[in-house]
């Protein structure tokens, strides 16, 4: 019986041998194909195409003039408290002086009662005729002493007592004072009208009419409208971009100080500016902010006429002042909507963009000055790309040789590209 059983086994078994081997050769040469129709990366094959477009500039030095950014509120040159000198009731009050009325030089603006001060004139008159009515009857009476004395065959001077000197000394005195009383009558006689000092401004009335006031009784205060005078803090790194010892050593009326023009604008009027120049520095540092201030000046800012096309300041306004400053040789200045987070810009090289560190020695609303970080000759990148990695490939669509060209050459690659993607939009489509 076993020899039966293994027959039977046998011819099984090889059928399972010529399976597994039949499987392996399939395999095989499935693999085999497989691998002989694998693909192959061509090299050198059609190139990548550059995605985004950017307007360039071409690095340069240059000279350019150096813009320092203030503050400061306006303040008149010339204010003054009109106070009275004499006691009396207001009878008169122009019309011009009340508040923010305008004035000229020499204008009667308030009167006080004359009534009293016109009898004590009166008086001191009426006491000049007397005393000097007095010292002409000394003066006779001296006279007739000295011939008493030659008459009376004396020898030797005559005594001070007999030719009556010291009564005529007196009555002399006497005829002073008495004019001088007059003088000072009339003095107080016209401090009873206030004229103005200077053509100017009032800032407030504290009096009124009827009102009884003394002297020293402050009437107004007033300001003269000739100039304007406004205080700029300076921020220590900026120092050295002014020219300080011109405006200690010349002073305010040297004309070389003229140099350093202010241009003045206020919220108020954002579509007017003032001009004024630097006329000296203050004394001091201010105590709260630490900060040197410089006084620049502008002429006749309060009166508003066709000069100044309506326009007028204010005392008390607030206003932001661009000093020009010293002239900076041989800098490269970059416009500073190409920096990025004030630490780094992109240069363009052979198709490409590369993040560049720089740093910053000055810079105003517009433009900043790279003093590390750029060579002269690179193209900076001046549209906005945002975060990208250096070797970003890019096409070059426009180039300018400083700022201005370079923002022409952006509103031109702007229109530029604006017209194609029209043209492109107008061109009609196959219909499916």
Same mark, same amino acid.
């Not at 407030?204 to 009884?212: A, S, W, Y």
């Not at 954002?270 to 410089?294: K, M, N």
């Not at 508003?304 to 008390?316: I, K, N, P, Y």
């Not at 517009?366 to 549209?383: N, W, Y």
């Given at each position: 019986?076993?020899?039966?059983?293994?027959?039977?086994?046998?011819?099984?078994?090889?059928?399972?041998?010529?399976?597994?081997?039949?499987?392996?050769?399939?395999?095989?040469?499935?693999?085999?194909?497989?691998?002989?129709?694998?693909?192959?990366?061509?090299?050198?094959?059609?190139?990548?195409?550059?995605?985004?477009?950017?307007?360039?500039?071409?690095?340069?030095?240059?000279?350019?003039?150096?813009?320092?950014?203030?503050?400061?509120?306006?303040?008149?040159?010339?204010?003054?408290?009109?106070?009275?000198?004499?006691?009396?009731?207001?009878?008169?009050?122009?019309?011009?002086?009340?508040?923010?009325?305008?004035?000229?030089?020499?204008?009667?603006?308030?009167?006080?009662?004359?009534?009293?001060?016109?009898?004590?004139?009166?008086?001191?008159?009426?006491?000049?005729?007397?005393?000097?009515?007095?010292?002409?009857?000394?003066?006779?009476?001296?006279?007739?002493?000295?011939?008493?004395?030659?008459?009376?065959?004396?020898?030797?001077?005559?005594?001070?007592?007999?030719?009556?000197?010291?009564?005529?000394?007196?009555?002399?005195?006497?005829?002073?004072?008495?004019?001088?009383?007059?003088?000072?009558?009339?003095?107080?006689?016209?401090?009873?009208?206030?004229?103005?000092?200077?053509?100017?401004?009032?800032?407030?009335?504290?009096?009124?009419?009827?009102?009884?006031?003394?002297?020293?009784?402050?009437?107004?205060?007033?300001?003269?409208?000739?100039?304007?005078?406004?205080?700029?803090?300076?921020?220590?790194?900026?120092?050295?971009?002014?020219?300080?010892?011109?405006?200690?050593?010349?002073?305010?009326?040297?004309?070389?100080?003229?140099?350093?023009?202010?241009?003045?604008?206020?919220?108020?009027?954002?579509?007017?500016?003032?001009?004024?120049?630097?006329?000296?520095?203050? +004394?001091?540092?201010?105590?709260?902010? *630490?900060?040197?201030? %410089?006084?620049? #000046?502008?002429? @006749?800012?309060?009166? !508003? =006429?066709?000069?100044?096309?309506?326009?007028?300041?204010?005392?008390?306004?607030?206003?932001?002042?661009?000093?020009?400053?010293?002239?900076?040789?041989?800098?490269?200045?970059?416009?500073?909507?190409?920096?990025?987070? +004030?630490?780094?810009?992109?240069?363009? *090289?052979?198709?490409? %963009?590369?993040? #560049?560190?720089? @740093?910053?020695?000055? !810079? =105003?609303?517009?433009?900043?000055?790279?003093?590390?970080?750029?060579?002269?000759?690179?193209?900076?990148?001046?549209?906005?790309?945002?975060?990208?990695?250096?070797?970003?490939?890019?096409?070059?669509?426009?180039?300018?040789?400083?700022?201005?060209?370079?923002?022409?050459?952006?509103?031109?690659?702007?229109?530029?590209?604006?017209?194609?993607?029209?043209?492109?939009?107008?061109?009609?489509?196959?219909?499916?």
């Amino acid at each position: 019986m076993n020899s039966d059983r293994q027959i039977n086994v046998l011819p099984n078994g090889r059928k399972k041998l010529f399976v597994i081997l039949g499987l392996l050769v399939f395999f095989v040469v499935v693999g085999y194909g497989v691998w002989l129709t694998k693909p192959s990366v061509v090299r050198g094959g059609v190139p990548l195409m550059a995605n985004v477009s950017v307007v360039v500039q071409l690095l340069r030095e240059e000279d350019i003039s150096a813009t320092i950014s203030s503050y400061g509120i306006v303040a008149p040159l010339t204010q003054a408290t009109l106070v009275s000198r004499v006691s009396g009731v207001i009878e008169m009050v122009s019309a011009d002086i009340r508040d923010g009325g305008f004035f000229q030089q020499g204008q009667l603006l308030l009167t006080l009662d004359q009534a009293d001060y016109l009898i004590e004139l009166d008086i001191a008159k009426a006491q000049v005729a007397e005393a000097q009515s007095r010292y002409i009857t000394e003066l006779a009476l001296a006279e007739e002493a000295k011939h008493d004395w030659a008459r009376s065959g004396r020898k030797g001077d005559a005594p001070v007592l007999a030719l009556r000197k010291p009564q005529l000394s007196a009555a002399k005195a006497a005829l002073q004072s008495a004019r001088a009383a007059v003088k000072r009558s009339e003095l107080n006689l016209e401090r009873t009208k206030i004229y103005a000092p200077y053509r100017g401004r009032v800032l407030n009335l504290h009096v009124g009419e009827g009102q009884l006031v003394s002297p020293g009784t402050a009437l107004a205060d007033v300001y003269a409208t000739d100039a304007a005078e406004i205080s700029l803090p300076i921020k220590s790194a900026e120092l050295s971009l002014l020219d300080l010892r011109a405006l200690e050593q010349h002073g305010v009326n040297t004309p070389s100080v003229a140099a350093s023009k202010v241009v003045f604008r206020s919220q108020l009027t954002p579509d007017h500016e003032w001009r004024g120049e630097l006329v000296r520095i203050s +004394g001091a540092v201010d105590a709260q902010s *630490r900060q040197l201030q %410089v006084v620049a #000046r502008i002429g @006749s800012p309060f009166i !508003s =006429d066709a000069s100044t096309q309506g326009a007028s300041l204010h005392v008390g306004e607030y206003l932001t002042a661009q000093i020009t400053g010293r002239i900076l040789t041989s800098t490269m200045a970059i416009p500073n909507t190409a920096i990025y987070q +004030g630490r780094y810009v992109y240069v363009h *090289r052979e198709g490409k %963009v590369y993040r #560049r560190d720089i @740093s910053i020695g000055w !810079s =105003d609303s517009e433009r900043s000055i790279v003093e590390a970080g750029l060579q002269v000759g690179e193209e900076l990148v001046l549209t906005a790309l945002g975060r990208v990695p250096s070797g970003t490939l890019v096409e070059v669509i426009a180039q300018g040789a400083n700022k201005a060209e370079g923002e022409h050459s952006v509103g031109a690659a702007k229109a530029k590209k604006h017209k194609q993607n029209k043209k492109e939009n107008s061109v009609p489509r196959a219909s499916l």
